[in-house]
């Protein structure tokens, strides 16, 4: 018998079906020696990860299988950032960075004044007084 054949190999993950609730999601199993580090990446230090798992949020398999490369880039992006050893941001680097963002949301020179439905962002409906900045200076 010829090598392969008898033998179902999937290329491509494929969306499972939740069995209580129907709706599709990703299953991606951790590989042993990254356990550990993805639950650091994910916040949970001092547990093991041995299964990512991310919904697809839909009932419908075409629709499933339409969203499965986005969800396996999620999961790929936590395995490699895994294997690069990054860990979870602390409190001060989140409001760093959070206040870099506000400086410059669109991060083409949009300044720290972005202009929605409610006026200015944060703001109550038609007031346009020029506030002080309000964005924290970035400590790291």
Do not use: C
Not at 32 to 54: C, D, F, H, S
Not at 68 to 96: C, K, Y
């Amino acid at each position: 018998m010829p090598f392969g054949w008898g033998h179902v190999s999937k290329v491509m993950i494929s969306p499972q079906r939740h069995p209580e609730t129907g709706m599709y999601r990703l299953r991606k199993a951790v590989p042993t020696p990254l356990q550990e580090r993805v639950a650091v990446v994910m916040g949970k230090p001092g547990k093991r990860i041995i299964e990512l798992i991310q919904t697809l949020r839909t009932k419908d398999v075409k629709e499933a299988k339409r969203l499965m490369p986005a969800a396996m880039g999620w999961a790929d992006g936590i395995l490699d950032a895994a294997r690069l050893g990054a860990n979870p941001l602390t409190h001060r680097e989140m409001h760093a960075l959070a206040a870099l963002w506000y400086q410059n949301p669109s991060g083409v020179g949009a300044g720290p004044y972005v202009s929605n439905s409610l006026g200015w962002l944060g703001g109550r409906r038609g007031h346009d007084r020029q506030r002080s900045r309000l964005a924290a200076p970035v400590l790291l």
